[in-house]
């Protein structure tokens, strides 16, 4: 395993207790495959291959959008592009679906979940899922992209994403109520127009 970015993958996927079993069963899947895969992050080597996505949390909930090819409420993300590490992978996709301006937390990358699931074009997704944090402007999806982004609150949220979504919106929720006073000054400096 000559790429420091697996490295630091399964590091942080063996960092988390799973959620549930189906995120129990996801780190398992994960961890046989990126001993299978000669190319893990590209989606052109193999249909499975790593994703990355971002949970967006601020003084507003958190960011949803139906999926263009799936048709479900998930949060942004998508392919790592050659030579990115995933955690720049899940802020880039995030900024491009939503037109949203997001960070990482200031604690540095936080993996929150991962998840194995189908993908458009019968892909294996084995998603990576960080904590993105972002001001309480609304989202301005370019053309190309789903229009339909929105903040939510957590039940809201949960009401209306795919279901096995549901677990990892309740540790997102979780994760922001522990981290609160923090993150939210951050997110209200981002909403201000400070830098942070």
Do not use: K, N
Request: charged residues 25%.
């Amino acid at each position: 395993m000559s790429d420091p970015r697996l490295v630091q993958v399964l590091a942080a996927v063996r960092a988390i207790t799973p959620v549930d079993e189906r995120e129990q069963a996801s780190i398992e899947r994960l961890e046989r495959e990126i001993t299978r895969l000669e190319a893990p992050f590209d989606e052109a080597a193999d249909p499975v291959h790593l994703t990355a996505s971002g949970f967006v949390v601020g003084t507003r909930g958190t960011v949803l959008h139906r999926h263009r090819r799936l048709g479900i409420w998930v949060q942004p993300g998508g392919h790592v592009d050659p030579g990115e590490w995933p955690a720049a992978a899940a802020r880039r996709e995030t900024t491009e679906e939503t037109g949203l301006e997001v960070m990482h937390p200031p604690e540095g990358p936080l993996l929150l979940h991962v998840d194995c699931h189908l993908g458009p074009r019968d892909h294996t997704h084995l998603d990576l899922r960080f904590v993105l944090l972002s001001g309480d402007a609304d989202p301005t999806p370019p053309p190309g992209e789903s229009p339909e982004v929105r903040w939510c609150t957590y039940r809201e949220a949960a009401e209306l994403c795919d279901p096995s979504l549901v677990a990892a919106l309740s540790r997102l929720e979780e994760t922001w109520l522990r981290h609160e006073p923090r993150w939210r000054a951050i997110v209200e400096e981002m909403s201000s127009g400070g830098s942070t």
